[in-house]
């Protein structure tokens, strides 16, 4: 069940529209939101700044310059806060806010071991400079915490149709249940996708999926798809307009941990390619 819900927020549009799904999921669960902002220690001690104060040291000091920078980030951080709280005070969501300083990822990864969803934006606030690589908080904190995260794309849209893929591994039951829990609040119709390399293998873990969500008197369907690239399988339909999914849940390793850590394959290729906010369950 979600209570608590860590919101980390640079004030860009793509972590408000984090903030969103967050403040709609708490809505429905009656759980509080986590405004969190990280002031990077990069920026502040990193040898960018070392140099500008340097190069400008016969006018500012480094020390006041270091300080102005201190400064802004301060500033970022309030009103960065001050927006996600004000969608929380606008729904009725109970809000709280910390401001941490260090490496973002990491913070992220601290500040949620409290929490029991962790929701936030694919891009961060240079989204605009970036090609279709994820952002390096986001693989981070997915590698790193043992928490549910939800990532979100840059636009908001209400939630209708889930689609969670299947594997039948120790990850992929726990999202079936967290996208199941889901889905009986919202009263959301529910996909589910097994991709196998011969389709006589999907069968089994489909009925078992199914036998699971039976008790959640939900919409179910199911959907074998055969062949090696399990990603590219997975985003065919997830990205396919005609069906419509709104979220897509699933297991952020599947049985085979260590090829995923070291080759990123299907996890990561889902989280860099799906148009639709991803809910990945560890």
């Known amino acids: 069940m979600i209570k608590r819900i860590l919101v980390p927020t640079d004030g860009s549009d793509n972590s408000l529209t984090a903030a969103d799904y967050a403040v709609t999921i708490a809505r429905l669960f009656k759980a509080s939101i986590r405004g969190l902002f990280v002031k990077d220690v990069k920026i502040l001690t990193g040898p960018l700044i070392h140099d500008i104060g340097t190069s400008i040291g016969g006018m500012v000091p480094y020390g006041t310059f270091n300080q102005t920078i201190r400064e802004m980030l301060e500033s970022q951080a309030d009103a960065a806060l001050t927006l996600v709280e004000g969608k929380c005070n606008q729904a009725e969501v109970s809000f709280s806010q910390e401001i941490r300083e260090g490496v973002v990822s990491h913070e992220i990864v601290k500040s949620a071991d409290d929490c029991d969803?962790?929701?936030?934006?694919?891009?961060?606030?240079?989204?605009?400079?970036?090609?279709?690589?994820?952002g390096t908080n986001v693989e981070f904190v997915v590698r790193q915490t043992h928490k549910p995260v939800l990532i979100t794309p840059a636009e908001y849209?209400?939630?209708?149709?889930?689609?969670i893929a299947y594997d039948g591994s120790v990850f992929a039951d726990k999202a079936l249940k967290s996208g199941a829990e889901i889905?009986?609040?919202?009263?959301?119709?529910?996909?589910?996708?097994?991709?196998?390399?011969?389709?006589?293998?999907?069968?089994?873990?489909?009925?078992?999926?199914k036998t699971f969500l039976e008790s959640y008197h939900l919409a179910v369907?199911?959907?074998?798809?055969?062949?090696?690239?399990?990603?590219?399988?997975?985003?065919?339909?997830?990205?396919?307009?005609?069906?419509?999914?709104?979220?897509?849940?699933?297991?952020?390793?599947?049985?085979?941990?260590?090829?995923?850590?070291?080759?990123?394959?299907?996890?990561?290729?889902?989280?860099?390619?799906?148009?639709?906010?991803?809910?990945?369950?560890?």
């Open 183 to 209: 889905a009986a609040v919202m009263k959301l119709p529910i996909t589910v996708v097994y991709v196998a390399d011969k389709k006589d293998a999907v069968l089994e873990p489909l009925s078992k999926a």
């Open 117 to 134: 969803l962790i929701s936030m934006g694919k891009m961060g606030i240079h989204a605009e400079w970036r090609d279709v690589f994820l």
């Open 221 to 282: 369907d199911t959907v074998a798809k055969e062949g090696t690239d399990h990603a590219k399988a997975i985003l065919e339909l997830c990205n396919d307009e005609d069906e419509k999914f709104d979220i897509l849940v699933m297991g952020a390793y599947g049985h085979s941990r260590i090829q995923e850590m070291i080759l990123g394959s299907t996890t990561v290729r889902v989280m860099r390619y799906t148009h639709c906010p991803i809910l990945l369950c560890r």
């Open 157 to 163: 849209k209400p939630f209708t149709r889930m689609l």
